[in-house]
């Protein structure tokens, strides 16, 4: 199977950009690692090509996290930095008929709600945007959530699939983003170009030569701007489970020191455990203690 890559790309007079994605390998890596049927790691895929997509048209920003919700029946979360190096959970409620149906291969997916969240380098501002689409497509839910939460003309197209010859997935994908002052003509262009398209997997089975991809997908000369590897990473340390610890409400804090056990937490992305021994727990409860009386005091 070809690396996966994550190609920048612009028209020769400046008018779009666009970010052309193989994702097929990481998306495998997250299905086994979570050990997801294949229904479910197709979901995850889309959300996975999204993030990434998203992620390289943000100019001044180190991370987009998404949550897509369909209720309390699922969730999936992404996150992604500038230099594509991504990560992906989904969460189901097993006893629900919507998910024994995504399970089944009955997709019926009500709505989607949309929610990302994106952080500046080097500063602490997010921005933060919301979307609910009447769509089980993340596809459609992603553009509609581009229409509400962008500045500038967006659009995006992904495909999820399972190779016929040995059953892994494949992830294809392309966004489309406008710049400033693009003619009208242009703009209009564009846009019946990515009407008419095929869907990404149609295209990718077509001839999955890079090259040859890239000239379909757009309508206009281009150039390349670089080419970058998207990595499956995950950011959790030991460290940062502990900080949640810290964020926690006292009473649920007395909760977990009454059971006078070690507390084992496991990350959403990468399923690591990590071990909280009963001491720094009551350290982290004594903190907290101490930092409640003096704001007491204060009071």
């Not at 949550?67 to 979360?77: A, E, L, M, P, V």
Request: negative net charge; aromatic residues 8%; charged residues 25%.
């Amino acid at each position: 199977m070809f690396q996966d890559y994550l190609f920048f790309g612009v028209d020769t007079k400046v008018y779009y950009c666009y970010r052309m994605l193989h994702l097929s390998n990481l998306v495998e890596e997250a299905k086994n690692l979570h050990k997801l049927n294949t229904n479910r790691a197709l979901l995850l895929s889309d959300a996975l090509l999204g993030s990434v997509l998203l992620s390289s048209i943000l100019d001044y920003e180190e991370r987009i996290n998404l949550r897509i919700h369909c209720g309390s029946d699922f969730t999936i979360g992404t996150e992604t930095s500038f230099q594509a190096e991504t990560r992906g959970y989904i969460e189901c409620n097993e006893s629900s008929t919507l998910v024994k149906d995504i399970d089944s291969g009955k997709i019926l997916i009500p709505e989607l709600h949309i929610r990302s969240m994106r952080s500046q380098r080097n500063k602490s501002s997010l921005f933060e945007g919301h979307s609910v689409a009447k769509t089980g497509s993340i596809e459609e839910a992603l553009n509609e959530h581009l229409l509400s939460s962008y500045q500038m003309n967006t659009f995006l197209k992904l495909s999820s699939w399972v190779n016929e010859s040995d059953g892994k997935l494949n992830a294809f994908g392309v966004i489309y983003q406008e710049l400033p002052e693009i003619p009208e003509e242009i703009s209009e262009r564009l846009k019946d170009h990515i009407a008419a398209l095929p869907s990404m997997k149609d295209l990718y089975l077509q001839n999955n030569d890079a090259d040859i991809l890239a000239k379909k997908l757009i309508p206009d000369e281009t150039k390349g701007v670089k080419s970058i590897n998207p990595k499956f990473v995950c950011t959790c340390s030991q460290e940062r489970v502990e900080s949640v610890l810290v964020s926690l409400p006292i009473d649920e804090l007395t909760d977990i020191i009454n059971k006078s056990e070690d507390l084992e937490m496991k990350c959403h992305y990468c399923n690591t455990s990590y071990i909280i021994p009963m001491n720094k727990i009551t350290q982290i409860y004594a903190s907290r203690n101490h930092t409640n009386a003096n704001s007491s005091e204060m009071n």
